[in-house]
Structure formats: C-alpha cells, structure tokens
C-alpha cells in the first residue's frame, strides 16, 4: 500500500520509532493499572480497541506525536466516563461518548494527513468502524446478560413469594382449623384437627370422670304384704335400673363421644354436623338426672305414700324437650353414617371409644338413638305399675293422668320424628334433581304419596322411569348418572287419566297415562309386576276421586 508523506517518514523514522516504542509501553503500563482500576472486563477492551487504533494507524503510516496524545486522551476520558457507569443505561451512555471519541479520532487522523489516498482513507473507516461494532456486541452481549440475571432474579423472587404465600394459606387454614390446647394428664397437649391420628394422642377421659354419674342401680330385697305389692315393687325398682343405667349412657354420649370433639378434638367435623348427632342432649342428661334423683326419693318411702305418678307429672314440661331430640333422629343417623364413610379420623375416634369398658361394645349410633327409645318407654312402664296399684290409693290416679300426658308426649315425639322425616326425604328428593324447576324447587310444601322404579314404553325400547307420585301432581323423572333425576314431565293430576294398557313386544304388566290437555297425550307405563300395576293404578284414581276430577276408568284395549 502506498503512503504518503514519505518525506516525513524517511527523516523522523528513526526517531518516531524509539519513541513509538516508548510510548507503547507506557500505554501497556497505563492499560495493566486502568485494568485494575477497572469494575468491568468490557470497559478494558473498549480502550484495548482504541489503542489498536491508534497504535495501528501510527505504527503502518508514522502519525505525528499530537495525534497519537490527541487519541489516547480521548481514549482515557472515555474510559474514565465508562469507569463511572454502573447501570446498562449509564453504560450504554458511556459507549455512545466512546464511539463519539473514536469517530472524533478518525476524522482527526484523516485531517492531519497530507493528502491520504482514498484506499488509506477508507482503511482508517473501516478500522473505526469495526471498532463501534465491537462495542455495540460487547453492549448487546452485556445487555442480554443483564437482562438473563434479572429475569432470574425476577424468577426467584417470583418463587420465593409463591412459597410464602403458600406457607401462609397453610399456616390460616390450621388456625381455623384450629389448634387446640388440652391438659391431659397434668400436661398440655396441642393437636391440629385434620392432621392429627387418634391412636398417638392420649384419650381425653377427664370429661367422663368428672361428671359424677351415678352408681348402678342395687334391689333391696324386703318384705311386701301381697304379690300384687311385690310385683309393683319389681316395677319401681325395673324404673329406677333402667333409669340408672340411662343416665349413664347418656354420660358415655355426653363424657367421651360430645365433650372431645367439642374440646380437644374440634375442628376433627364441621359444628353444624355437631348439632345434627348430638342436638340438645346435654339438656336431657339434666332432665334425667333430676328425674333419678326424685324417682329414689320416692322408692324409699312406703308403698302407700310413694308418689311416682306426680314426679312425672311436674316433669312433662322438661320431658317435652325429648321431641326436638327425637325429630332429628334420622337426621344424625344419616349424618353419622355419612361422617364414618367421609372421615376416617373421626371412624377412628369412634372406634377408639367404641373399644373402652364404659362404652360396653355399643357403638356411637346405638348411643344416639337411645333419648328415643328412652321416652318411649315411660308410657309402658307407668302403665303397668298403674295396673298393680291398688284402686284405693291416691297414687292411682296420679299414675292415670301421668300415663295421659306422657303418652301424649311420646306421641308428640314421634309425631315430630315423621314430620322431621319426611321434610328430610323432601329435601333430598329436591337436591336429587340435577336442574330442579318450578314446584320442583318447593317440595317440602308437598306431601309425598308414592315412589317407584318404572319403566317408560316407546314403540321399540323401554327406559328406566322414576315415578314419583305427590297428593296434586305426578313427577316422572329419568335416572342419571351419579345418582340424579332429569326431569322428564310433570302433571297436575286435575289433567290426568289412567287406564290399563295392553302388553306389547317390549313391555308386560303396562299401564297409560293419558293427559288431554297435553301434546304428547299417552304415556304408556310398565311396571315389574302386575301387582305393582294395579297399586299404582288405584292409588292414582283415589287420589283423583278424593279431589273429585276422576273420570270412569276406560276398559282394557283388546
């Protein structure tokens, strides 16, 4: 490549090139201490890249000494503005400041050239420019970097949150669920509900022992005048064993089975299954009791005076709370049988209990029902110490009227237990329905008559119908999966006659439906039995005749 100014070269050659050396490894001793100073690699080769070319330029064309200080204090001030930079923005601004010291480099190379040719020229530019290039890749490769980090950082922090949060939805759920502080033994004891296992918690029995139930009941053998004085003495002393032992399975209810779960092991079910086992039980235990003790003040006094019939008496009002209990008997069987299926912690706590000597090998449920059975008995019993009192006391009659208002209690309770029932039958009835429409959505103010698997008949097929019969209207609904109805027609019976229908290729003992006012005029029935069909044929024309809108019932279709 040609150069120009070879006049300058040939006389300051020899110079300019000790001195050239000179100042290279003064610029070598400058870049080894900024490369310490440095904070980045990369501020290091953006002066690396300067030098190159200025010592490039210098060392093929033999620049004068002004130029090359002229470049390297450009140089060193970028470096210094790029020292100063700590963001991707600071340093992008520093870059832009050196591509401006580089281009300002150039054109000052370019100026105090005599004349460069054009191929010397466009060498300069391209080494300027391969320069800016350089730094743009460092700034972009910088810059993915930085921007790699930060989304690690975002993803870390990101991470980080989502397990605190984490940590703080467990943390409230076992605070509603609960912890629960409890002294068993002289020592507190914290269980969480749904995490607890039953056999490796000590069993709470200080609620039974400190109830103070009382003894089984001992006979005391004596002397009576008459058979008929004796047997009335096995009755009172049959009514105050039973009665002993009563109250003390309502403490086994109350000590080891309510107390727990209210207690130590809450949380373990919802309270509004709490209410639905155990209702007002407590209440009754108090009844009892009271009723124990004012039954053995009267068994220790003389036949004579004994006043058993007026105990009862002043308790009806006390003995009527047993109806509340016994409505919601069903209630609490279903819901215990749905809780052991669901909740194997609590199957657990009630096998626990189930196993104890006081418990007697008697499940929960036989425990739940027994307020019941209890209240049912009364009548029985004061029936029969009515019947061998004799008639001249005045225990008769207070016997008679006790058996009166005692059997319209239990009458009462189970009055209240058919009602509670069938409103329960009507509610998951209603619940049953996937989409449930018009009536549909107010069964419970309907009373329910009848209700059977059928089969509905078509031309070819036959179909499993449920047909559910009300005292105003007849529902027929398809079975679906999970254990659901789909509605499928709902009549009035005021628009509804029913007549025997001739079996066919598909379906025997069948039956038709025929509603006039309606598009689809017959339904044609099938019931499993011919026994089946004529129930549900006379059930649905009595109905209809105690509304008087039966028609004749037509003949059979030969």
């Known amino acids: 490549m ?104 150039v054109d000052l190379v370019l100026k105090n050239l005599d004349e460069p040719s054009p191929a010397l020229a466009e060498d300069i530019r391209a080494r300027g420019a391969e320069i800016k290039m350089r730094c743009e890749g460092k700034l972009g490769r910088k810059k993915s970097r930085i921007k790699s980090d930060k989304e690690k950082e975002k993803a870390d922090r990101d991470k980080e949150k989502a397990e605190k949060e984490k940590e703080k939805a467990e943390k409230e759920k076992e605070e509603r669920e609960g912890k629960r502080t409890a002294s068993v033994s002289g020592s507190p004891l914290v269980v969480t509900a749904k995490k607890m296992k039953i056999d490796d918690v000590p069993f709470p029995r200080h ?77 009754l235990l108090g009844v009892n009791v009271e009723l124990l003790e004012r039954l053995q003040v009267e068994e220790k006094k003389p036949q004579e005076e004994q006043r058993i019939g007026n105990v009862f008496l002043d308790m009806i009002g006390k003995l009527a709370k047993y109806n509340a209990y016994s409505a919601n008997n069903d209630i609490a069987a279903s819901t215990l049988e749905k809780l052991m299926q669901e909740n194997s912690t609590f199957a657990s706590f009630v096998e626990k209990v189930h196993c104890m000597d006081e418990s007697r090998q008697q499940d929960l449920n036989s425990y739940i029902i027994k307020p019941f059975q209890r209240i049912c008995r009364y009548p029985l019993l004061i029936k029969e110490l009515h019947k061998h009192t004799p008639e001249e006391w005045e225990e008769k009659q207070m016997l008679a009227d006790a058996m009166e208002q005692i059997s319209s209690t239990v009458k009462g309770a189970n009055e209240a237990k058919r009602v509670t029932e069938s409103l329960y039958q009507m509610v998951e009835l209603q619940n049953s329905f996937v989409k449930p429409e018009g009536e549909l959505k107010q069964l419970h103010k309907h009373k329910l008559v009848a209700m059977d698997e059928l089969k509905r008949v078509t031309k070819s097929k036959t179909a499993k119908c449920r047909c559910i019969l009300f005292e105003n209207m007849l529902v027929l609904a398809k079975p679906v999966a999970g254990g659901k109805l789909d509605q499928s027609e709902m009549i009035p019976l005021e628009q509804l006659l029913v007549c025997p229908e001739p079996d066919s290729k598909v379906s025997v003992n069948n039956f038709a439906i025929m509603i006039p006012t309606s598009k689809r005029a017959k339904i044609v029935m099938s019931a499993p039995s011919a026994e089946k069909r004529d129930e549900w044929m006379q059930l649905l024309v009595s109905i209809m005749k105690e509304k008087a809108c039966a028609p004749p019932t037509p003949p059979l279709v030969e």
């Not at 090139?17 to 080769?45: A, V």
């Open 207 to 283: 609620h039974y022992d400190q109830m103070k139930l009382p003894c089984q009941w001992v006979r005391v053998e004596r002397e009576y005048e008459s058979k008929e004085l004796k047997h009335r003495a096995a009755i009172v002393n049959e009514l105050l064993e039973t009665e002993t032992g009563y109250v003390r399975d309502l403490g086994v209810l109350i000590g080891l089975y309510l107390k727990p779960l209210q207690h130590e092991f809450s949380g373990l079910i919802a309270d509004f299954d709490m209410n639905r086992l155990f209702k007002n039980v407590e209440y």
């Open 2 to 105: 040609d150069t120009p100014g070879a006049y300058v070269k040939e006389k300051a050659k020899e110079k300019e090139h000790e001195r050239q050396k000179e100042k290279e490894k003064e610029k070598e001793k400058e870049k080894e201490k900024e490369k310490e100073k440095s904070p980045r690699e990369e501020d290091d080769d953006h002066d690396t890249s300067s030098s190159y070319l200025g010592a490039g330029i210098i060392s093929d064309h033999g620049l004068i000494s002004g130029i090359s200080k002229t470049s390297y204090k450009l140089a060193r001030a970028s470096r210094k503005i790029r020292a100063g930079s700590k963001g991707p923005d600071e340093q992008e601004s520093a870059t832009v400041v050196f591509q401006a010291d580089v281009a300002a480099f």
